[in-house]
């Protein structure tokens, strides 16, 4: 048995179809990692960095999905025989990746208990995360929807406090929630004056978490927001 470690980390694999070493490949921040027309088949399990996927529609705008970090897959999806249709992989920041063939990753699932459930825990994560937004983008509006995405994209620093370290920009923010740029910049421009978040330091910090949620629960009602 190997296991492939790096940052938070541990995934088993059997070292038989490894034979000792497991092929790596690097994607400089921008870089696709996989587009709809890659029929490699390959899956890629990551290392470090962060991988957006998003949806090309008809009429050439985008619609993203959340980001995958480390100990996520890239077109495990692939795999069972299920393509993502028009999904592209791109790498937001310098990203390493860990290579396996379809037949490798299906023989971990198949001989490797631990292996099998990363991934369907992976599977489940992103379930859950899917669901969570088809009923934000049903129940709520878009400045509810921003500050969902807020908190979603946000970390805890030392304090307890919600950061979101770089600042994304305004154009990102629309991009997740649908939205147009100066519709966003209008709504954290308020959101800066009422001293509900802070970005004088180069980066959001949200300052007043219990209005963004109390705004979006009047939406949400008696479903939970997490």
Do not use: C, W
């Not at 993502?84 to 037949?103: C, H, K, M, S």
């Not at 292996?115 to 825990?121: D, I, R, Y």
């Not at 995360?129 to 620093?157: F, N, T």
Request: charged letters at 25%.
């Amino acid at each position: 048995m190997l296991t492939a470690t790096h940052m938070a980390i541990e995934v088993p694999l059997p070292a038989p179809f490894l034979s000792g070493s497991f092929p790596r490949r690097q994607f400089a921040k921008g870089a696709f990692i996989k587009q709809p027309d890659d029929r490699s088949g390959n899956i890629y399990l990551i290392e470090a960095g962060k991988v957006v996927p998003f949806f090309l529609g008809p009429q050439g705008q985008d619609v993203p999905f959340k980001e995958l970090e480390a100990g996520d897959f890239v077109g495990d999806l692939s795999a069972f025989g299920s393509e993502e249709p028009a999904t592209y992989f791109q790498a937001i920041e310098d990203t390493v990746v860990l290579v396996l063939n379809r037949g490798q990753f299906l023989e971990a699932l198949r001989t490797v208990p631990e292996f099998a459930e990363l991934v369907t825990k992976t599977l489940y994560s992103r379930l859950r995360i899917m669901k969570q937004l088809y009923i934000e983008s049903r129940l709520l509006p878009m400045k509810a929807r921003l500050y969902a995405e807020l908190i979603r994209h946000a970390v805890r620093d030392a304090r307890g406090r919600l950061r979101i370290v770089p600042a994304p920009t305004h154009a990102e923010l629309a991009r997740r929630i649908a939205s147009q740029r100066e519709t966003v910049t209008k709504q954290m421009s308020h959101l800066v004056k009422m001293g509900v978040i802070d970005n004088s330091a180069g980066y959001i910090e949200v300052a007043d978490e219990a209005y963004l949620r109390s705004e979006i629960g009047k939406e949400l009602g008696f479903l939970d927001f997490k």
